[in-house]
């Protein structure tokens, strides 16, 4: 049962690394920086807890609003910034905290051991769950608990105005300025939301894993970011998440039998997935089902 | 005064090795640059298929033990076939409206030959042959490597082919109409598909190049090589600017150099940062990159 | 054709005949019956883990190679006893984290819910760090919900790992104890070198802990004057300015603490600048097979503390046995055959039963008889097993000559 729980713990955290991209690319940008905004969200919530003895509530809501104004404050440069040239400043950036936190040291004694991030060695000890005696179980339902907000906030706003206006900008930037959005406050809003997104899912990152480091939170995480909402679909939440399940729960646990061959066919699926399913797993036309399989009215 | 006089040298030193070096990273920008160009996608396996052909390339090398020259050449030609697979696999048959599922199918096809290379040899670093590599020129208080001088030069000698097979020769002249006006080019009878394919197997050529010359210069192959090398490629396209060759060679050669520079200022540990500042001060800049025309709606 | 026991013509004949015929029949039944128990299924499982992607690849092979063959010989040699008198065959399984943390972390607890009752990994220290910290810290801490499953590592090197969890144990060598020798043994033997200067790969955890924290001080403390270091990252290709550094620092020893991609880079470029120090010494984790495939050339002379090479018939023996199944023995896979065999030693006397139903029992037994050892038997000798879950492993020297390593020195003996 551990196992399944520890298996929903990591679903849940990479669907909220998927989800910040997922708010970012409705706007139709392609943002590499989201694993850098995990970084600082967990580094800051793992400080957060290990230096100044936080709870974990306070701590990753804390480093969920510094990381959305940093990614609010990048939102501004990425504005000159347009299309493919876009994906490389915001990997570019992304590098850049990553290369920020290799050279971070900040250690507190406590007792009579060093604690707290050392450079190119990590962070280590983040023990806030073992030592508050959370069970693998209870950990998985905290996290599903954000999981399921942020995605109920993120299918609200979809059904509103707010989600018309992200996806507007996303479709055709000259059209919607045209009808009176202001592309700025548009765009760097949705990166903060997505800022806002990663700090939470960095933060409970740095909490499950207990040890983090520079490594982690590198071009390999970044392009994780951006495959869960691309290979999901971008006309739904729930694409992300089956995107998740997708990578995570089947290509990387389930074909574990595959032994070798598994790796192998980690690359070659998604290319095979990306030339079936061009516009994701659940693109619109799943979606227009799913709504009126629920009941809704169907739209246009 | 002495001790400045010395800082000057190694800045200079630097500097020379930077140059040399960035004539790798040029070639690689070139190839993406290329794409771009052409078909206004990103192709993220490019740095990857050309390492995954100066791989191929030590076929010819262990068992035929064949001169360094036909060594590179083999990998030049690996790459363009590997090239030409990654076009089939990600580009041709997915629609072009969808940048997005491009970006992420060269994406899988990166991880794919990723690991083909892993599995085939374990991980392990593989020894690569080099020319002239144990002459070392001094000049003055200069040393320059020999063996990256001639990578310098046959970088050259590949930009120079290029660019002779661009504006000189009809598949040039394909590959630039279908880049400038795609439809009009089609109304002329050139075909799309087959100039995309090509500039793929053009670009994957450099590419092997590249790789080749990587692998000489370090020594050694290593699975390690593939993102480092996407990420610095990546940032030489964006500096030179989307879709100019031209851009491409000068944004090489000044990332190399200023990398070197970097280090030798500030520590290996800060080094990629200020590289990474000085891509977002090109994009603050000049956002169009060196030689990039300012973009009007897409 | 009649079945049934025989009727003889004669009758008293077949009357005797007919009672030992009973007898056999019912002797056959009852051992037949016996042996049917004995081969209830009492397999002995044990979890191997570790890399088997990416640059490290070889790593995983290695180990899996070495443990299936450990494996075969114990059951070759009749297997473990388990508590109640029976007997059990060992089986190994392996999976690949791909040196990541998280699915470190989903290989052990898929392992935890298997019946295995201990693993053996992983390869990268980057994720046994993570992997000891969701482990119970504390033995019989209530508080505390971390996964109870012991693990003994075979390769993770990074020091002071095993002190995170009292369920962590490791067979690596105690690199700072190797070096301190090392450093020692050259000063009694090279009298004439007085300075070191070092090269750093900064980015990977094992090696800057290295040359900080061990080569660096042990050095020092062996009255060598250090000079300083030249730092490079993991998948750097331009050593210039550093191997620069090196020439004008003009140190006696260069001591390399990196891995074999950018030692192999390293070296070539201080062959270009020719930079020919007195002494090389290297890391640990590069005295294999990688570092000679990649440039033995260059590395002609480097040498390497190591905790295994076939100086003994036991490391002989094992090497061959790994080579027959598709690895290689070095000082990361050996420390898994040596893993292999105190786990047979600690189960026999632990009282484990492997049944599925004393699965956690049985883990908590390992726990406990892992943690009560003081010593173990190892391929060059005894090794000491420290209060922590460490190892003191004996050790010899290496260096690499003509495209093998070969033993330099064996400051055992």
């Not at chain 2, 030798?264 to 001060?281: A, K, N, Q, S, W």
């Not at chain 3, 994720?127 to 390769?155: H, K, W």
């Not at chain 3, 004057?225 to 050593?239: I, P, Q, R």
Request: proline fraction near 3%; include cysteine; hydrophobic fraction near 50%.
């Amino acid at each position: 049962m551990d196992f399944y729980y520890g298996m929903a713990q990591l679903i849940g955290v990479h669907t909220l690394l998927g989800l910040s991209a997922y708010v970012v690319l409705l706007t139709g940008q392609v943002s590499m920086a989201q694993a850098g905004f995990f970084a600082i969200g967990a580094y800051l919530g793992g400080m957060l807890t290990v230096l100044s003895d936080w709870h974990i509530v306070p701590a990753m809501l804390l480093a969920a609003v510094a990381t959305a104004l940093v990614a609010a404050i990048v939102g501004f440069p990425a504005l000159r910034v347009k299309g493919l040239m876009l994906v490389v400043a915001t990997l570019a950036f992304g590098e850049a905290v990553r290369l920020f936190w290799f050279n971070f040291d900040y250690q507190v004694a406590k007792g009579d051991i060093q604690v707290g991030p050392l450079g190119g060695e990590g962070f280590k000890q983040i023990r806030f769950f073992p030592e508050n005696g959370w069970t693998t179980g209870e950990v998985a339902l905290f996290i599903w608990f954000w999981v399921v907000l942020v995605m109920l906030a993120l299918w609200w706003m979809d059904r509103s105005r707010a989600g018309a206006v992200l996806r507007a900008v996303g479709e055709d930037e000259l059209a919607a300025q045209s009808v009176g959005i202001n592309l700025t406050s548009v765009k760097v809003a949705a990166m903060g939301a997505g800022g806002f997104i990663a700090g939470l899912g960095g933060a409970i990152y740095a909490h499950y894993t207990t040890h983090i480091e520079h490594s982690n939170f590198g071009v390999v995480l970044a392009t994780f970011a951006i495959a869960y909402p691309i290979l999901g679909g971008l006309s739904n939440v729930l694409g992300t998440l089956i995107a998740v399940i997708f990578i995570q729960g089947v290509l990387v646990e389930a074909l574990r039998f595959l032994g070798d061959w598994r790796n192998l066919l980690f690359g070659a699926l998604i290319v095979l997935a990306m030339n079936v399913r061009p516009d994701g797993l659940f693109d619109a036309r799943v979606t227009r089902l799913l709504k009126r399989l629920l009941g809704f009215k169907a739209d246009a | 005064m002495e001790d400045f006089w010395w800082n000057v040298l190694d800045t200079a030193q630097s500097i020379l090795d930077g140059l040399m070096f960035g004539s790798i990273y040029a070639l690689i920008g070139i190839g993406f640059t290329l794409i771009f160009g052409v078909m206004h996608k990103i192709n993220l396996a490019y740095a990857a298929a050309s390492i995954g052909g100066a791989y191929a390339s030590l076929v010819v090398y262990v068992h035929l033990d064949a001169p360094a020259l036909l060594v590179f050449l083999s990998a030049a030609l690996a790459s363009g076939l590997i090239g030409f697979l990654v076009y089939l696999c990600c580009f041709r048959f997915i629609p072009t409206e969808r940048p997005l599922a491009t970006l992420m199918s060269s994406v899988g096809m990166l991880i794919f030959i990723d690991e083909v290379v892993v599995h085939v040899t374990a991980g392990f670093p593989e020894p690569y042959p080099a020319i002239f590599d144990d002459v070392m020129l001094v000049i003055g208080p200069f040393w320059i490597r020999g063996d990256l001088l001639l990578i310098f030069g046959l970088s050259i000698v590949a930009m120079l082919v290029l660019l002779y097979v661009l504006y000189r020769t009809q598949l040039g002249i394909a590959t630039r109409a279908v880049a400038q006006q795609p439809v009009a080019a089609q109304l002329c009878g050139i075909s799309r598909e087959t100039t995309n394919g090509l500039t793929f197997v053009i670009s994957g050529m450099l590419g092997g190049l590249a790789g080749a010359m990587i692998g000489a210069s370090v020594g050694v192959l290593s699975p390690l090589l593939a993102l480092p090398l996407t990420v610095k490629g990546l940032i030489v396209t964006v500096i030179g600017g989307l879709g100019s060759i031209p851009g491409a060679i000068v944004a090489g050669l000044l990332v190399g150099a200023f990398e070197n520079v970097f280090q030798f200022f500030r520590g290996v540990t800060e080094r990629d940062m200020y590289v990474m500042l000085l891509l977002f001060f090109f994009l603050v800049v000049r956002p169009q990159g060196i030689f990039g025309r300012v973009s009007t709606r897409d | 054709m009649r079945h049934g026991i025989l009727k003889p013509d004669i009758q008293l004949g077949g009357d005797i005949m007919h009672r030992v015929m009973t007898a056999l029949g019912v002797t056959a039944l009852a051992l037949s019956m016996a042996t049917v128990a004995a081969a209830e299924d009492r397999t002995v499982k044990i979890a191997g883990f570790g890399a088997k992607s990416g640059v490290v690849r070889s790593f995983g092979i290695n180990t899996e190679a070495v443990m299936q063959a450990a494996a075969e010989q114990i059951n070759a040699n009749g297997g473990v006893k388990l508590a109640d008198g029976s007997v059990g065959m060992i089986e190994v399984t392996f999976d690949d984290d791909r040196c990541n943390a998280e699915e470190g972390i989903s290989v052990i607890r898929r392992i935890a819910s298997t019946d295995a009752i201990v693993g053996v990994g992983p390869t990268c220290s980057n994720v046994a760090e993570p992997l000891f910290g969701i482990l119970q810290g504390s033995v019989d801490d209530a508080g505390d919900s971390g996964l109870q499953f012991p693990i003994f590592t075979d390769t993770a090197i990074k020091g002071g790992l095993a002190k995170i969890s009292d369920w962590a144990f490791r067979n690596v060598p105690n690199e700072s104890e190797m070096y301190r020798s090392l450093f020692e043994w050259l000063q009694s033997e090279h009298p004439d070198a007085k300075t070191v200067y070092g090269g750093v790969e900064e980015d990977f955890a094992h090696s800057r802990f290295t040359w900080y924290n061990v080569m660096k001080p042990r050095s020092d403390e062996a009255g060598y004057e250090v000079k300083g270091e030249s730092k490079w990252l993991l998948n750097d290709t331009n050593f210039t300015t550093q191997v620069r550094e090196m020439r004008r620092a003009e140190a006696d020893i260069i001591a390399i603490s990196a891995h074999p991609f950018t030692t192999c880079g390293v070296l070539k470029e201080m062959a270009r600048q020719r930079v020919k120090p007195m002494i090389l010494v290297g890391l640990t984790s590069s005295s294999s097979l990688e570092t000679l495939n990649g440039c033995a050339e260059q590395a002609e002379g480097i040498i390497i503390p190591t905790s295994f090479a076939p100086v003994t018939d036991a490391a002989q023996a094992a090497a061959d046995a790994a080579a027959a199944k598709g690895g290689s023995a070095d000082l990361h896979s050996a420390a898994a055959w040596e893993i292999m065999m105190t786990l047979k030693d600690v189960i026999e006397n632990a009282g484990v039963m492997a049944k599925p139903d004393t699965v956690e029992a049985d883990r908590r037994a390992i726990r406990d008889g892992l943690a009560a050892l003081n010593e173990a038997e190892g391929l060059l000798g005894k090794i000491q097993r420290t209060d922590e879950g460490e190892a003191i492993k004996p050790y010899v020297f290496v260096f690499a000559d003509e495209g093998a390593w070969k033993v330099l020195h064996d400051p055992g003996s």
